[in-house]
């Protein structure tokens, strides 16, 4: 079955930290993958789109990696703040126009 | 520039009774995707629509339909309301058009929809 996998439980980190998230992906063949924010009771934000012809992409503290053959995407904010705290999800293109999320991923950290 | 505007904010239903969520998308944007989200999952597809007409339809049964207006706002219908429909109703609206992949999506803050 096709499943889009995501760190359930939450990660919680020093400040300054690197974070990393993982989103692992079976049955799929995207060819694109994106990463949103969402703070509680918001909806998501866009991130990060990398393509899979990309194997990374990097936005100010944020970096992305892409590999098709493990079937997995990293998600990386170095120099982590407490404002970075929220939950990430990823996301991919299953068919044509439809969207499939990930769970998320909780990420805390602490000052 | 505005965002993505949805209405209500809350709304609280009992079971049976049925329910249309509304969605301005950002100006410029012709397409505009509903997602259903419960506590501690992501969001789940469940329509999309480019120039109204349905282009994606996610696993959700016939209670749930949308359509969308010539000015590209959308409403999302939810017939003989089930408990389990309990959720947050996300509209997003992005620049995709018929030959392209999707693009990032611009989320709007959600509707609550209780059903007790």
């Known amino acids: 079955s096709q499943k889009i996998e995501q760190n359930s439980e939450a990660l919680n980190i020093q400040e300054g930290k690197t974070a990393t998230l993982t989103c692992n992906y079976t049955?799929?063949?995207?060819?694109?993958l994106q990463w949103y924010r969402q703070d509680p009771g918001r909806g998501p934000v866009f991130l990060l789109l990398?393509?899979?012809?990309?194997k990374e992409k990097r936005k100010e503290r944020l970096k992305v990696t892409f590999d098709t053959t493990l079937k997995q995407s990293l998600f990386h904010i170095t120099a982590s703040q407490p404002a970075d705290s929220a939950t990430y999800l990823c996301?991919?293109?299953?068919?044509?126009?439809?969207?499939?999320f990930g769970s998320g991923t909780r990420l805390l950290v602490r000052p | 520039d505005a965002g993505v505007t949805q209405s209500p904010t809350h709304l609280i239903k009992t079971r049976g009774q049925h329910v249309t969520l509304r969605c301005s998308p950002i100006?410029?944007?012709?397409?505009v995707s509903w997602y259903q989200q419960v506590l501690g999952q992501g969001p789940q597809f469940i329509f999309q629509?480019?120039?109204?007409?349905?282009?994606g339809r996610g696993n959700f049964p016939d209670r749930f339909s949308a359509r969308q207006f010539p000015n590209y706002s959308s409403e999302l219908n939810v017939n003989a309301l089930l408990l389990g429909d309990s959720a947050l109703y996300l509209c997003?609206?992005?620049?995709?058009?018929?030959?392209?992949?999707?693009?990032?999506?611009?989320f709007g803050p959600g509707t609550r929809l209780t059903v007790l």
């Open positions: 990398i393509r899979e012809n990309e």
């Open positions: 997003a609206s992005s620049l995709a058009h018929l030959v392209a992949r999707i693009n990032e999506q611009f």
């Open positions: 629509y480019y120039e109204k007409e349905e282009r």
């Open positions: 049955n799929y063949s995207p060819a694109y």
């Open positions: 996301a991919l293109e299953d068919s044509s126009y439809k969207l499939i």
């Open positions: 100006s410029g944007h012709k397409s």
